[in-house]
């Protein structure tokens, strides 16, 4: 046990440095204002109180939990049917497959995304396809549309990799069991294979969700300033109008929604389970 926790030493102190204390400082800054000559910062909650009673505060927050939760959804239709392809494949196949999959994942996100400006822009390739069914006109770019498409093309490898090492983690001799009991495909599926995938559902949806609510480039790239969400309210409060605490208060707030919703993935998740927390 000694040498264990001499061999977790460097990962407490690691973590400690990287997470713990700038979540300390954001939390610091989330609630001192300026002060007086005697006094230089004092104690205050108005930054929380000016997020949630300004409508136009709580609006971009309610827009960014419903692009979220948007992403999230078309994510899962999409994702659940490729996984279930890959997992139903010969190993071989899966491993080309997945290796499809993780490639775009070698490049970094923002190249990705700053490529979907070429394609969605007036006269890329998206709308030219377009005009040849008389829909040329479509403006793509700068839309609500945009973001999203932006938004699952991002986060769909996540939804995939965790729902297809569920299934490719499944005991096949249940669905065996469940047709010699003259259970049909279709139900050897709800009763066999759903279920038993659910955690790698849990999982993706917690790794689109997350991420997905508090982007900012994304947004802020094939939005084109136009549509503006909770991370870009972050990013304009530290960066551009300088408002730290501000800042700060509004992604302390992030930080416990997200806390919240784990929290509310991880009951789920050992409901489904039939365990009990611990």
């Not at 005697?38 to 939990?65: G, N």
């Not at 995939?160 to 495909?185: C, F, N, R, W, Y």
């Not at 969700?209 to 309210?233: D, E, H, T």
Request: glycine content about 8%; charged content about 10%.
């Amino acid at each position: 046990m000694k040498k264990f926790s001499q061999l977790a030493l460097p990962y407490i102190i690691w973590a400690i440095l990287m997470l713990v204390l700038p979540m300390g400082l954001i939390a610091v800054y989330s609630v001192m204002d300026q002060g007086n000559s005697i006094v230089p910062f004092a104690f205050t909650l108005e930054h929380y109180k000016k997020f949630f009673t300004d409508p136009d505060f709580l609006l971009i927050l309610w827009r960014s939990l419903l692009i979220a939760l948007k992403t999230t959804v078309i994510c899962l239709f999409l994702g659940y049917p490729i996984a279930y392809f890959i997992a139903r494949s010969r190993e071989k196949t899966q491993n080309l497959l997945i290796l499809c999959i993780t490639i775009p994942m070698w490049i970094n996100m923002l190249v990705r995304t700053y490529a979907w400006i070429g394609l969605l822009s007036e006269g890329g390739l998206i709308q030219r396809i377009l005009s040849l069914v008389g829909l040329g006109n479509t403006e793509l770019l700068y839309t609500e549309g945009a973001v999203l498409l932006g938004m699952v093309y991002n986060f769909l490898p996540f939804m995939i990799l965790q729902i297809q090492t569920s299934l490719s983690k499944m005991d096949h001799s249940l669905l065996e069991a469940s047709a010699d009991l003259g259970a049909s495909p279709a139900m050897a599926f709800l009763k066999v294979t759903l279920p038993l995938s659910l955690p790698g559902v849990i999982n993706g949806i917690t790794l689109v969700f997350l991420p997905a609510v508090s982007s900012f480039f994304i947004p802020k790239l094939l939005g084109g300033g136009q549509y503006f969400l909770i991370g870009n309210m972050i990013e304009n409060q530290f960066i551009t109008v300088g408002e730290w605490n501000f800042g700060s208060a509004i992604s302390m707030i992030m930080a416990i929604i997200m806390m919240l919703l784990m929290m509310a993935v991880r009951k789920a998740e050992t409901r489904n389970q039939g365990g009990k927390e611990d």
